[in-house]
C-alpha cells in the first residue's frame, strides 16, 4: 500500500507557503527603519554622533566597530541557543530585547551629556554594543530560519523582489528621517520621535512574524550533531571557508573607512541630513528597480559569477570618491544612482550563495562562524580607521585631501578580494565568462537598470510544450 501523504494536504501546504511568504515580505517592510537605524552606517546614527553629539572620530569609529563586534560574540550564544528552541523562535524572542533596547534609548537620549562628548560616547557605546548583540543572534536565527522553509528553486527570484520592496521602503524612511533632522536642527525630540516610530512598526514585524505559519521542509534529525561534530563539518567545507575568507577581506574593504563617508559628505561636503538623505535613496530606488533582475541573474547563472561582475563594476566606480569636492560634489548623485543598481547584485548574491553553501548537518553554526569571522575583522575596520583618520589630520591641514587618499583603499581591496571569490566552488554555476555574455545582452542589461518586466520574459518565460 502507498504510504504517501494525502493529496489534500499538497494545496494546504502551498497555501501556508504563499501566505508565508507574504508575510515574510510584508513584515520586512516595517522592519527597515529600525533595521537601518542599527547598521555601523546610517543617516540618522550618523547625524546623532556628528552634528548632535559632535563626538570625535575615533569615538565614531568605535561605535561603528560595534554592531560587528555583536555579531562576533554571537558565535558564543548560538550553537546553544539552537539546541534551546528553534531558529524562528530564537529570533523572535532576540528582535523583541533588540526593539526593548532601542526604546530604552529614545527614552535615555536626552540625559546623554551633550557638554561632554567622551562620556556621551562611552554611554552610547554600552548601549549599541549590547542591542547590537540582541540585533546580531536575531540575524544569525532570521537567515537558519528561513533556509528551512523557502524552497531553493524560488530564493533569487523571491529575495530579488522582496529586497527590491524593502529598498522603496528604506528609502521612504530615510527621506523622511532625513527631512526632518534637517528641518528641526537635529533636536533631541526629533531623534526621540524618529525612535518611538520604527519601534512601534517592529511590534507589528515580530508579531507577523510570529504568526507566519512556516516549517521545516526536510524531517530534521532527533538531536542536532554535538558541536565538536558540527564543527568538523564547517571546518570540512572548503567552500564555504573560502566565502568567509572572502567576506572577510570585503568587510575591512568596506568598513574601515566606510563610516566616515558620511561624516565626510556631511563635514567636508557641506551636505545637510536632507541631501545625504536623498543621495542615499536614489542609491536604494536604483537598487530596489534592479534586484528583480539579478534575482533572475544569479537563479540562471549561480551566485558567484554575478557577484564578481556586479562587485567589479560599483567599486571601479568608487575611485571618484578620491576626487570629489565641495565643487563637484553633484557628481555624488549619479555615483549613487549608478553603484545601487550594480551593487545590488553583489549585495542579494552574498545572501543567496550563502544558503547554498550552509552544510545542513550544522547550519546555524556555519551561519555563526560567518558572522563571527566577518564581523571580527569589520569590527577591527573602523576603529583603524578612525586612528589613522585623526593621526593624518593632525599631520596635514588639508583633511579633504586625506580623506580622498583614505577612499582609494576601499575599491582596491575589493578589487583583489575578487581573487578569493572567484576560487569559491558553487554547485551548478555558470562561468563568468557566461555572465559578461548575458550582461551584453542589451535586454538583460535594460533589467538590470529597471525594466524588470523585460527581464522576467527572459529567464521565466513559459516553455512550450515538449521543450
Known sequence: MNATVPRSTAPARKADLLRALRLCTTEGIVAMPIVTMSLPVNVVMTALVAKTLMLPKTTIGLISALPFLGNFL?????????????PKTVCVIA????????????????????????????????????????????GVSWNAWIQEWVPHRIRGKY????NAILQVSTLTFLLVAGWALAHWDYGIGVFQVIIVGAVFLRYFSLRWQWISPTGSRTRAAAT????????????????????????????????????????????????????????????????????????????????????????????AQNFLWCILTPENRLMLYPMWLFGGAVSAGFILGQFTLLLKLIPPQAKNLAIGVNVAVVSLVAAIAPITGGEVLTWALA??????????????????????????????????????????????????????????????YIFYRPQRPGK
Open 95 to 138: 528582535a523583541a530585547l533588540h526593539m526593548v533596547s532601542w526604546a530604552l534609548l529614545g527614552a535615555l537620549l536626552p540625559l546623554l551629556p551633550r557638554d561632554d562628548p567622551g562620556a556621551a560616547g562611552r554611554w552610547l557605546a554600552a548601549w549599541f554594543l549590547l542591542t547590537s548583540i540582541f540585533g546580531a543572534i536575531a
Open 395 to 456: 599631520r596635514w591641514d588639508n583633511a579633504l585631501a586625506v580623506h580622498q587618499v583614505c577612499f582609494a583603499l576601499q575599491p582596491t581591496l575589493a578589487v583583489l578580494g575578487c581573487l578569493i571569490l572567484i576560487r569559491v566552488q558553487e554547485p551548478q554555476a555558470s562561468p563568468l565568462t557566461m555572465v559578461f555574455g548575458a550582461m551584453r545582452n542589451i535586454r538583460t542589461l535594460s533589467g538590470v537598470f529597471g525594466l524588470s518586466f523585460l527581464t522576467h
Open 224 to 315: 542536532p550533531l554535538p558541536f565538536r561534530a558540527q564543527l568538523a563539518v564547517v571546518l570540512g567545507s572548503r567552500s564555504l571557508l573560502g566565502f568567509v575568507a572572502f567576506g572577510a577581506v570585503w568587510a575591512f574593504a568596506a568598513n574601515c573607512f566606510g563610516p566616515f563617508y558620511h561624516t565626510f559628505m556631511f563635514e567636508q561636503l557641506a551636505m545637510s541630513a536632507l541631501e545625504v538623505g536623498v543621495v542615499s535613496v536614489l542609491a536604494l530606488l536604483s537598487g530596489a528597480l534592479s534586484m528583480p533582475a539579478w534575482g533572475a541573474l544569479l537563479d540562471r547563472f549561480g551566485n558567484k559569477s554575478v557577484m564578481t561582475l556586479s562587485l567589479l563594476v560599483w567599486q
Open 74 to 86: 554571537q558565535i558564543f550564544a548560538a550553537p546553544f541557543l539552537a539546541r534551546w528552541k528553534p
Open 159 to 162: 529575495f530579488g523582489r522582496r
